[in-house]
């Protein structure tokens, strides 16, 4: 008999999950709360470092997950652990009764509106870095009108205790560096500029974007918070920051502000969480049967987390999160879960 | 001894009450005498040390107070009202309120009563050299009533002793509950007390039913009422004819000895340097250091009753309970340094305890003393006070610099440059407000809505109103602050100041001292401009609620106006609670050490007293208060929530 598999979410943890699985020859069932897969890299024009088109390798993990039972707009009513397996109502009106769970709920950006100091919302021409990834992907967007003074700022909603995020996103920098880069092939007479408490540019060739963002397109690199924003009449935007190399408070004028929003625990993950009143860490994100052996394990049995649900994540730790998770799974579900007899004391011992 | 002393035959004349002992003195009362005498020399000294240590000014204004009409009403409208009745107690928890009104003006009234009858009947013992100090108090010990010779006066003064002496006891009685279940009357947390504390306390326990044991004993000699009598009746029941009585009265003597000798050093001192206390605050005299003077009595007037524990809003976390100001005057009152200085960085200043506390005490005005003698000194930049005159030369008005040069007047409209604007209406946003710009885009909105003459003093940016660096305690820094400001908004010729940030309002209503310019804060103005027809305005169904911002409500006393106009505009709901009681929104840039994730408790706890009838909106009129609450609200646990925050002007 097939063990079935229920996986939540269907971004690329969730797909590359399940086309792992699939491959073993478990029954996997993916649910998807949107009307189509693929999370925030449907939304996401090209990835960084090598840019990549996001839309190539979202389509190459929605083609490998072939035979999975995919339901998309639908969620979770309810989910009870039964002895070994859960029980799962699906708001499409099935019930699924899964050996194995793999909650990959991934992350939300984090709401620019709350740093209102940023005016996101407030003032025409301050974006986000979604607003102009879809700006890149459409080529449309009302706020962009061949700006001359660009800037960029990082760690919106990242490492900032204020807002209540205090754990770095990861991805903002070298996103914040590929989408300079992108907006200053866009608009090639345009000045950009990046505020930044400090660059964390740490994959492989990460480094050489940067320093071919600063050789080859002039882009400026400015350490230090911004404080506020406000609007001239005109509509263009008074930046205040501190230059802390300088050491000098700084005033410009730009034309476009795009806000580096980081990323927070998922509201729809958290949802399912409460249901199965998962334990969360002081950060928002679920916690984990332990941080370095055992990173895809959650702290109930058969219940497993992969990609940005346990913390950021870039999309290739992601997918090798994913593969993990499958990995953890297929262990489960051999060792484990078919010694009726033993089960629980098996738990206990290697769970 | 022998207990029955019937030397005294009934006498002719009939007199009502007969000095039982003619010496008018037994050994019992030694350990009261030392009692008090020590506390009277005790609190001599410390009076005259304590108005020592005021500067002389002060000193005289202190003095000349005490004659002036209006202050003498109200010192006894205050020292009946705070000292005696805890009317501010009442008004919150009514049977707390009972409890210490019982034991304050039940004792105050029994010695007064007792002091009376001696006048009446036996006026002689009122001399000092012949008692006068102890035998009011042991009156009944002394006296003998003459049988069948009571009159209606007497009767009616045995009837108001046991009265009170009743009443006493059923605050005694609450306030031994209250140390086991203090949450029935209405305290979640109480103060631990310390050593001293428990001795007076217990020895305060034991003083009324040792009386009531001592008068009972003695009553069918020196006579009594409903209480006294009626227990005497009981022990003869008991002990048969002879009773042996002395040994009660040791006891109640001891009991108040021991009172005495410890309340200098317990909590209790606070119930005569209240009085002084009072006399001061009403005086308007503000303390100079957080420990000498006026702080003294203020220290010594706190009655570590404990209502500012569950006033804090830190105290959602039972760790943070030690930052209270019961604790931070404790300490104070110890000279531990260490601890003083860490708690008075952690406030939050909000006002609460000072708004609740049954007797006024101002601990935040202490803990900013504190922080002045930390900070004050401390090295600071000053060269960016030129940017508030650029930025009023950014927003038209005129330049700072001649107004330097013509020796710091105020021009007429007529003297100033062409290309100057001499605005009605001054705006002013500070910090706060430029941090949140929505706020700013509302109030241009109203008030070009309302056809107002206004000019945007910082539109550019300007420099701090001044108030944070007050509530630092950096008071010369924020002299200069103010200094420069004020140069600025004098020399724009303006004729009313508008302030959206609390913060602001309240540093430039208070320190800056303008002459011709009325400053207000925007929610006075708008609502002003409603009710003068100026602005219109429609009603919807939107349930509001209205948060009162810290420094706009209990610092200003602004709370009617906010809530006029956005009556107009939609429905007010209530808070659980409001007004002087609102709990701070935990975004208060008074504390100079509390953690974000402190704060982040506060924020949830003081959203949960908005949200209690489930308000569509959460209004407020302070930028701080809504940056909190718009970066908290769609958080963790008010996730479900769809209550949306915005700022009064945006309500308009």
């Given at each position: 008999?097939?063990?079935?598999?229920?996986?939540?979410?269907?971004?690329?943890?969730?797909?590359?999950?399940?086309?792992?699985?699939?491959?073993?020859?478990?029954?996997?069932?993916?649910?998807?709360?949107?009307?189509?897969?693929?999370?925030?890299?449907?939304?996401?024009?090209?990835?960084?470092?090598?840019?990549?088109?996001?839309?190539?390798?979202?389509?190459?993990?929605?083609?490998?997950?072939?035979?999975?039972?995919?339901?998309?707009?639908?969620?979770?009513?309810?989910?009870?652990?039964?002895?070994?397996?859960?029980?799962?109502?699906?708001?499409?009106?099935?019930?699924?009764?899964?050996?194995?769970?793999?909650?990959?709920?991934?992350?939300?950006?984090?709401?620019?509106?709350?740093?209102?100091e940023y005016g996101?919302?407030i003032y025409d021409r301050v974006?986000?870095?979604?607003?102009?990834?879809?700006?890149?992907?459409?080529?449309?967007?009302?706020?962009?009108?061949?700006?001359?003074r660009i800037g960029?700022v990082?760690?919106?909603?990242?490492?900032?205790?204020?807002?209540?995020?205090?754990?770095?996103?990861?991805?903002?920098?070298?996103?914040?560096?590929?989408?300079?880069?992108?907006?200053?092939?866009?608009?090639?007479?345009?000045?950009?500029f990046?505020f930044?408490?400090?660059?964390?540019?740490?994959?492989?060739?990460?480094?050489?974007?940067?320093?071919?963002?600063?050789?080859?397109?002039?882009?400026?690199?400015?350490?230090?918070?911004v404080a506020e924003v406000s609007e001239n009449l005109d509509g263009t935007l008074i930046v205040k920051a501190e230059?802390?190399?300088?050491?000098?408070p700084l005033k410009a004028t730009l034309d476009l502000l795009?806000?580096?929003?980081?990323?927070?625990?998922?509201?729809?993950?958290?949802?399912?969480?409460?249901?199965?009143?998962?334990?969360?860490?002081?950060?928002?994100?679920?916690?984990?049967?332990?941080?370095?052996?055992?990173?895809?394990?959650?702290?109930?049995?058969?219940?497993?987390?992969?990609?940005?649900?346990?913390?950021?994540?870039?999309?290739?730790?992601?997918?090798?999160?994913?593969?993990?998770?499958?990995?953890?799974?297929?262990?489960?579900?051999?060792?484990?879960?078919?010694?009726?007899?033993?089960?629980?004391?098996?738990?206990?011992?290697?769970? | 001894?022998?207990?029955?002393?019937?030397?005294?035959?009934?006498?002719?004349?009939?007199?009502?009450?007969?000095?039982?002992?003619?010496?008018?003195?037994?050994?019992?009362?030694?350990?009261?005498?030392?009692?008090?005498?020590?506390?009277?020399?005790?609190?001599?000294?410390?009076?005259?040390?304590?108005?020592?240590?005021?500067?002389?000014?002060?000193?005289?204004?202190?003095?000349?107070?005490?004659?002036?009409?209006?202050?003498?009403?109200?010192?006894?409208?205050?020292?009946?009202?705070?000292?005696?009745?805890?009317?501010?107690?009442?008004?919150?928890?009514?049977?707390?309120?009972?409890?210490?009104?019982?034991?304050?003006?039940?004792?105050?009234?029994?010695?007064?009563?007792?002091?009376?009858?001696?006048?009446?009947?036996?006026?002689?013992?009122?001399?000092?050299?012949?008692?006068?100090?102890?035998?009011?108090?042991?009156?009944?010990?002394?006296?003998?009533?003459?049988?069948?010779?009571?009159?209606?006066?007497?009767?009616?003064?045995?009837?108001?002793?046991?009265?009170?002496?009743?009443?006493?006891?059923?605050?005694?009685?609450?306030?031994?509950?209250?140390?086991?279940?203090?949450?029935?009357?209405?305290?979640?947390?109480?103060?631990?007390?310390?050593?001293?504390?428990?001795?007076?306390?217990?020895?305060?326990?034991?003083?009324?039913?040792?009386?009531?044991?001592?008068?009972?004993?003695?009553?069918?000699?020196?006579?009594?009422?409903?209480?006294?009598?009626?227990?005497?009746?009981?022990?003869?029941?008991?002990?048969?004819?002879?009773?042996?009585?002395?040994?009660?009265?040791?006891?109640?003597?001891?009991?108040?000895?021991?009172?005495?000798?410890?309340?200098?050093?317990?909590?209790?001192?606070?119930?005569?340097?209240?009085?002084?206390?009072?006399?001061?605050?009403?005086?308007?005299?503000?303390?100079?250091?957080?420990?000498?003077?006026?702080?003294?009595?203020?220290?010594?007037?706190?009655?570590?009753?404990?209502?500012?524990?569950?006033?804090?809003?830190?105290?959602?976390?039972?760790?943070?309970?030690?930052?209270?100001?019961?604790?931070?005057?404790?300490?104070?009152?110890?000279?531990?340094?260490?601890?003083?200085?860490?708690?008075?960085?952690?406030?939050?200043?909000?006002?609460?305890?000072?708004?609740?506390?049954?007797?006024?005490?101002?601990?935040?005005?202490?803990?900013?003393?504190?922080?002045?003698?930390?900070?004050?000194?401390?090295?600071?930049?000053?060269?960016?006070?030129?940017l508030?005159?650029t930025a009023?030369?950014a927003a038209?008005?005129?330049?700072?610099?001649?107004?330097?040069?013509?020796?710091?007047?105020?021009?007429?409209?007529?003297?100033?440059?062409?290309?100057?604007?001499?605005?009605?209406?001054?705006?002013?946003a500070?910090?706060?407000?430029h941090l949140?710009p929505?706020?700013i885009k509302?109030?241009?909105?109203?008030?070009?809505?309302?056809?107002?003459?206004?000019?945007f003093?910082d539109r550019e940016g300007g420099?701090?109103?001044?108030?944070?660096?007050?509530?630092?305690?950096?008071?010369?820094?924020?002299?200069?602050?103010?200094?420069?400001?004020?140069?600025?908004?004098?020399?724009?010729?303006?004729?009313?100041?508008?302030?959206?940030?609390?913060?602001?309002?309240?540093?430039?209503?208070?320190?800056?001292?303008?002459?011709?310019?009325?400053?207000?804060?925007?929610?006075?103005?708008?609502?002003?401009?409603?009710?003068?027809?100026?602005?219109?305005?429609?009603?919807?169904?939107?349930?509001?609620?209205?948060?009162?911002?810290?420094?706009?409500?209990?610092?200003?006393?602004?709370?009617?106006?906010?809530?006029?106009?956005?009556?107009?505009?939609?429905?007010?709901?209530?808070?659980?609670?409001?007004?002087?009681?609102?709990?701070?929104?935990?975004?208060?840039?008074?504390?100079?050490?509390?953690?974000?994730?402190?704060?982040?408790?506060?924020?949830?706890?003081?959203?949960?007293?908005?949200?209690?009838?489930?308000?569509?909106?959460?209004?407020?009129?302070?930028?701080?208060?809504?940056?909190?609450?718009?970066?908290?609200?769609?958080?963790?646990?008010?996730?479900?929530?769809?209550?949306?925050?915005?700022?009064?002007?945006?309500?308009?």
């Open positions: 008999m097939k063990n079935n598999i229920l996986i939540i979410g269907g971004g690329p943890a969730g797909l590359e999950a399940s086309a792992q699985l699939q491959r073993m020859g478990y029954n996997v069932i993916l649910i998807e709360k949107d009307s189509s897969l693929g999370g925030h890299l449907a939304k996401w024009d090209r990835l960084f470092p090598d840019g990549v088109p996001a839309d190539e390798v979202l389509s190459g993990l929605i083609r490998s997950t072939e035979g999975v039972k995919l339901f998309t707009e639908t969620e979770i009513r309810a989910i009870n652990r039964l002895e070994k397996s859960y029980n799962v109502r699906l708001t499409n009106g099935i019930t699924v009764l899964s050996d194995a769970v793999l909650i990959a709920s991934g992350f939300d950006l984090f709401n620019a509106v709350k740093k209102e996101y919302g974006i986000t870095n979604a607003d102009l990834e879809a700006y890149f992907k459409t080529g449309s967007d009302k706020r962009i009108d061949h700006p001359k960029f990082h760690c919106v909603g990242s490492r900032d205790e204020k807002s209540g995020c205090r754990s770095c996103s990861k991805v903002c920098c070298a996103t914040a560096v590929k989408q300079a880069i992108e907006v200053k092939e866009a608009f090639p007479d345009a000045e950009v990046c930044y408490m400090d660059l964390r540019l740490f994959g492989r060739h990460y480094e050489d974007l940067y320093l071919k963002a600063q050789k080859e397109y002039g882009i400026r690199f400015i350490r230090g918070r230059d802390t190399v300088a050491s000098k795009v806000l580096m929003s980081g990323m927070r625990p998922s509201a729809s993950g958290k949802a399912v969480g409460d249901l199965l009143e998962m334990t969360v860490e002081e950060d928002g994100y679920f916690a984990v049967r332990s941080g370095i052996a055992a990173g895809q394990r959650s702290l109930l049995p058969g219940l497993f987390l992969a990609g940005t649900a346990t913390g950021p994540k870039t999309l290739p730790e992601t997918l090798a999160d994913a593969r993990a998770a499958a990995v953890e799974i297929d262990r489960y579900l051999t060792e484990i879960f078919p010694d009726a007899r033993n089960y629980k004391q098996l738990v206990r011992e290697r769970w | 001894m022998t207990p029955l002393n019937y030397i005294l035959a009934v006498q002719a004349a009939d007199p009502e009450v007969i000095d039982r002992i003619p010496s008018g003195y037994s050994h019992f009362v030694i350990p009261f005498t030392i009692g008090i005498t020590f506390f009277l020399c005790w609190i001599g000294v410390g009076c005259v040390r304590l108005l020592a240590a005021i500067p002389r000014t002060d000193r005289l204004r202190f003095w000349k107070s005490l004659f002036i009409p209006k202050n003498i009403v109200k010192n006894l409208k205050d020292l009946f009202g705070d000292c005696l009745f805890h009317v501010k107690i009442w008004q919150r928890k009514p049977l707390l309120g009972y409890m210490h009104s019982a034991i304050a003006f039940g004792w105050f009234m029994i010695i007064l009563l007792g002091h009376i009858e001696v006048a009446l009947f036996v006026p002689a013992r009122l001399n000092v050299t012949r008692g006068g100090l102890f035998y009011p108090i042991f009156y009944r010990y002394f006296v003998w009533m003459n049988p069948g010779h009571t009159t209606l006066r007497g009767s009616f003064f045995f009837f108001l002793m046991d009265f009170f002496l009743l009443y006493i006891l059923t605050g005694i009685a609450l306030a031994v509950f209250k140390r086991f279940r203090s949450i029935v009357l209405g305290m979640r947390h109480t103060t631990k007390p310390s050593l001293a504390d428990r001795i007076a306390l217990y020895s305060l326990w034991m003083i009324f039913p040792m009386r009531l044991l001592a008068e009972s004993f003695t009553a069918d000699l020196s006579g009594g009422s409903f209480l006294t009598v009626g227990v005497n009746h009981l022990w003869h029941f008991l002990f048969g004819e002879k009773l042996l009585f002395t040994p009660f009265w040791w006891a109640y003597s001891i009991c108040l000895g021991l009172f005495f000798v410890a309340m200098p050093f317990s909590r209790y001192m606070h119930i005569l340097t209240e009085v002084l206390w009072i006399l001061l605050r009403n005086a308007g005299i503000k303390p100079h250091h957080p420990r000498k003077g006026v702080a003294e009595a203020e220290i010594y007037a706190c009655s570590s009753c404990g209502l500012c524990l569950d006033a804090c809003p830190m105290n959602v976390q039972k760790k943070n309970l030690k930052y209270s100001s019961v604790y931070f005057i404790r300490f104070l009152r110890r000279h531990n340094e260490k601890k003083i200085n860490a708690i008075a960085d952690k406030c939050l200043m909000c006002d609460k305890c000072h708004a609740l506390c049954p007797v006024g005490v101002d601990a935040p005005a202490l803990r900013r003393a504190q922080r002045i003698t930390v900070n004050n000194s401390l090295p600071y930049e000053y060269s960016y006070l030129a508030a005159g009023g030369a038209g008005l005129r330049p700072y610099s001649a107004a330097a040069e013509r020796g710091w007047t105020r021009p007429g409209p007529d003297s100033c440059p062409a290309d100057t604007v001499v605005p009605e209406v001054l705006y002013f500070g910090c706060m407000t949140t929505r706020i509302a109030v241009e909105k109203v008030f070009k809505a309302a056809g107002v003459d206004y000019a003093a420099i701090c109103c001044g108030r944070p660096l007050m509530l630092a305690g950096k008071t010369e820094a924020a002299a200069k602050v103010i200094e420069a400001n004020k140069r600025m908004i004098e020399e724009s010729g303006c004729k009313t100041l508008v302030l959206s940030c609390p913060i602001c309002y309240k540093v430039f209503k208070e320190e800056y001292h303008f002459e011709g310019i009325k400053v207000v804060h925007y929610t006075q103005f708008i609502n002003d401009l409603i009710a003068s027809g100026k602005l219109q305005v429609s009603k919807s169904d939107e349930k509001i609620v209205y948060h009162d911002p810290c420094e706009l409500g209990r610092g200003s006393n602004v709370y009617i106006e906010p809530r006029a106009a956005l009556d107009k505009v939609g429905t007010l709901v209530k808070a659980a609670k409001e007004y002087d009681e609102s709990v701070c929104c935990g975004g208060s840039l008074g504390s100079l050490t509390l953690d974000n994730r402190d704060r982040a408790k506060i924020t949830e706890a003081s959203l949960d007293n908005l949200l209690v009838n489930d308000p569509d909106t959460i209004v407020t009129a302070c930028p701080l208060c809504l940056k909190t609450f718009s970066e908290t609200v769609s958080n963790s646990k008010h996730l479900l929530t769809d209550v949306k925050v915005k700022d009064f002007a945006e309500m308009i």
